[in-house]
């Protein structure tokens, strides 16, 4: 009775990445009467699926969900489709970019996510957290890891992914140093990162909640 979630390290040139404070913050914790893993993927096109597959193995999770960051985004993004496509406008981690790479050259054009997206939005803006249902989670890594886990874990246990905006105190820091992507003058939409906690928390126990208890 687990579930696992998941963020990313950092990329982009940016040192924090809130998807893994996110990670941190709920390991360990119970939600739904479920205990939470979180973990790291790394931000490679060619090592994520292997740590991925790694961590669906280890703790056989009945619910599974992603994290990542959005740049630009403004509120909590709930992802409802995973694309067969990697299109990268950055170099992953390890300096790869593909341009029109199919995920998996066999696999079908796109993924349905299995978790109660409407339900999840609404749960969000009830406690005040400003939420959106996305029909795409664009062609990154964040897009390949929803695709390859609505494959991996289908269709025993229900999976989607969560984007994020940047956190309030990086852009606040990288405003402040003149660095990074946002040059110290570029409009950053952000959040509080412990309403992203919260958002987390309430996204896993709506997930949760229509499950079977074993």
Not at 74 to 103: Q, S, T, Y
Not at 156 to 162: E, M, Q, R, S
Not at 163 to 190: I, W
Request: contains cysteine; aromatic residues 8%.
């Amino acid at each position: 009775m687990t579930i696992l979630i998941t963020g990313f390290e950092p990329f982009a040139g940016l040192a924090y990445n809130p998807s893994a404070e996110i990670a941190a913050a709920l390991d360990g914790k119970e939600i739904g009467g479920r205990a939470v893993v979180g973990r790291l993927l790394p931000v490679e096109f060619a090592r994520y699926r292997a740590g991925l597959e790694a961590l669906l193995r280890e703790f056989s999770p009945t619910l599974y969900i992603g994290f990542g960051l959005a740049f630009g985004e403004d509120m909590i993004r709930i992802e409802r489709f995973g694309v067969n496509l990697a299109d990268f406008d950055i170099p992953d981690n390890a300096g790869a970019k593909h341009n029109g790479r199919a995920i998996e050259p066999d696999g079908p054009a796109a993924r349905g996510a299995t978790l109660p997206c409407a339900e999840i939005r609404a749960a969000l803006l009830q406690a005040g957290i400003p939420a959106r249902l996305s029909n795409s989670a664009g062609s990154y890594l964040c897009n390949a890891t929803l695709y390859s886990a609505l494959g991996l874990c289908a269709p025993n246990a229900p999976c989607g992914f969560i984007h994020l905006p940047y956190a309030s105190h990086q852009v606040a820091e990288l405003l402040r140093e003149g660095s990074g992507p946002l040059n110290g003058e570029s409009l950053a939409p952000s959040l509080p990162i412990d309403t992203m906690i919260a958002a987390a928390e309430i996204v896993l126990r709506v997930s949760a909640a229509g499950m079977p208890d074993a």
